[in-house]
């Protein structure tokens, strides 16, 4: 199973982007990961597409674009068009339109991931598996970085884990939040294959704190 390391720019210092973005590619990085928050679905507002078309212009990275957003629908084509790779919305946000949003996005040639909060049951996205890419495990609530992980949440990990091996289905576990160089090994262990990283990369020197986290990926 190839694991990734999906670095979160949310924590990255925005005066020098370019230069981070290079920083954790360099410590190996193969996919960054892009938090766009509404102050809508989360209290916090981010960045958008003004950030990402600069960003894609930038990097030949892959682009994880996790939309913590009121009403995604209105929203991906956009975002497809600006360049994101996958684009990730939330099963809280979407609910009955979730299968119907990740057929868009295959339309448009791009990966489809489902993400579930901490406080969304496992069994709620089981049946929505085989119309995703990637499932994306929340283990922190959604809306800021630098939280403390939330262990409980692995339970959810095993489980999807689980039911792609079972239904043979090809499709990433992502895990976001509170990940450090001191837990990663358990993410692995609980069977998310693709690891979000803000703070634990950004703060501090990039490109080796992203080479230490992929070490402990081997
Ligand atoms: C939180 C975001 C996460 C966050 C990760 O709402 O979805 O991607 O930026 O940051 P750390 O790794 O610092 O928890
Ligand atoms: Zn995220």
Redesign the pocket.
Same mark, same amino acid.
């Given at each position: 199973m190839e694991y990734i390391l999906a670095p979160?720019i949310? @924590?990255a210092d925005f005066a020098k982007l370019g230069e981070q973005i290079d920083a954790a590619a360099a410590g190996g990085a193969k996919w960054l !990961?892009f $938090?766009v928050?509404d102050g809508c679905f /989360?209290p916090s507002i981010s960045f958008g597409m003004p950030v990402l078309e600069s960003v894609r212009r930038f990097t030949k990275l892959f682009l994880d674009v !996790?939309l913590?957003i009121v009403e995604p629908g209105r929203y991906i084509d956009e975002f497809a068009r600006l360049g994101a790779d996958m684009i990730s919305f939330h099963y809280e946000a979407a609910g009955e339109e979730s299968a119907k949003l990740a057929g868009r996005l295959h339309e448009l040639g791009k990966k489809a991931g489902l993400v579930i909060s901490p406080d969304t049951p496992a069994e709620s996205i089981k049946e929505l598996i085989p119309a995703f890419d990637m499932v994306l495990v929340?283990t /922190?609530v959604? %809306? @800021?970085? +630098?939280?403390t992980f939330m262990p409980e949440c692995l339970d959810k990990v095993r489980k999807i884990r689980s039911w792609i091996e079972e239904g043979g289905y090809d499709c990433h576990v992502e895990v $976001? +939040?509170? /990940?450090r160089a001191d837990n990663i090994a358990e993410m692995k262990k609980a069977g998310a294959n693709v690891i /979000? @990283? %803000?703070? @634990?990369v950004f703060r501090g020197d990039a490109a080796a704190n992203a080479a230490e986290l992929m070490k402990a990926l081997d």
């Open positions: 979160s949310l @924590a !990961h $938090d928050m /989360v !996790h913590m929340m /922190v959604p %809306g @800021a970085g +630098g939280q $976001d +939040g509170g /990940v /979000v @990283a %803000g703070s @634990a």
